[in-house]
């Protein structure tokens, strides 16, 4: 992997997920992971959201799993990140147009996990939902 601070015409054109020392595997693993693709497919769906209607949207999360996901897919550059000089504080989050890219492909994969659950756990051999 060259080195980030090498000139760009030195870096590679593309990552290499695959290679265990590539940024490329972080960005896949916050953007893939359950709270990323959640995140990413909720705002693409809602547009722009406070962090309360984040939370509330996507059952389970706990506060501190939404605060770090943000945080990473922030200073990955997919999230922008508002905040309204307000007391209490208004903070909302949106997608960037490279998150929006990002987000478009999450949310294939979303719909089609819930399209074919049915079948999966019946693969699994578990009782259909």
């Known amino acids: ?22 940024p490329s595997r972080d960005i896949l693993a916050h953007l ?38 943000l945080r990473d897919l922030e200073n990955d550059g997919l999230i922008l990140r508002i905040s309204r000089g307000t007391v209490p504080p208004h903070v909302e989050y949106s997608l960037t147009p490279l998150g929006e890219g990002a987000a478009k492909h999450v949310a294939a994969l979303v719909d089609w996990v819930e399209t ?14």
Do not use: Y
């Open 116 to 129: 074919n659950v049915r079948e999966v756990i019946e693969t699994r051999g578990e009782p259909a939902p």
């Open 1 to 22: 992997m060259a080195n980030p601070s090498s000139p760009a015409h030195e870096r590679p054109v593309r990552g290499n997920c695959f290679n265990s020392r590539c």
């Open 32 to 69: 893939t992971g359950r709270w990323g693709s959640l995140i990413a497919t909720a705002l693409r769906q809602s547009g722009t959201l406070r962090f309360s209607e984040l939370r509330d949207r996507i059952d389970g999360i706990s506060e501190k799993m939404l605060a770090q996901t």
